[in-house]
């Protein structure tokens, strides 16, 4: 199972490893089973790590949604509580991953989702800072 799933990742076929694999425990159906299971597998991580031009486009759009929603979190955090707690960080900076996840449909294994969700937590709080700055505390 660990092989298919490697072959899988260098990108060779199912076909390939089912005519290459045999089992004296199991049948011929049931190899061909793991098999394909575990090369959709890795052929799923491999799409999910994979940065394309549309995941760059997406991760942009996923940024400036993230910025703005998470800009909307730390601004009520520091206008009315007037200042931030370890647990409002880590909720912004969730709402900033799932926000870029969301918009992308990629995962924080893809290097342009991490870094659109740490761009756009820095600028959330930047955001949230500005809002303090023009309305003040209102707490």
């Given amino acids: 199972a660990n092989e298919a799933a490697e072959f899988g990742m260098d990108g060779i076929d199912a076909a390939f490893v089912k005519n290459t694999t045999s089992s004296s425990i199991l049948s011929k159906a049931e190899v061909d089973e793991i098999i394909e299971k575990n090369v959709a597998k890795a052929a799923a991580v491999v799409a999910d790590t994979k940065v394309n031009s549309e995941t760059i486009v997406k991760s942009f759009l996923g940024w400036a ?61 930047l955001l949230g800072y500005l809002a303090v700055l023009i309305f003040g505390y209102l707490g």
């Fill in 65 to 125: 949604l993230a910025s703005l929603v998470g800009g909307a979190f730390a601004s009520l955090q520091f206008v009315y509580f007037g200042a931030t707690s370890l647990l409002m960080v880590v909720g912004t900076a969730l709402v900033c991953y799932f926000t870029v996840k969301l918009v992308t449909k990629k995962s924080f294994k893809n290097t342009a989702v991490l870094l659109a969700s740490f761009v756009a937590f820095i600028c959330a709080y």
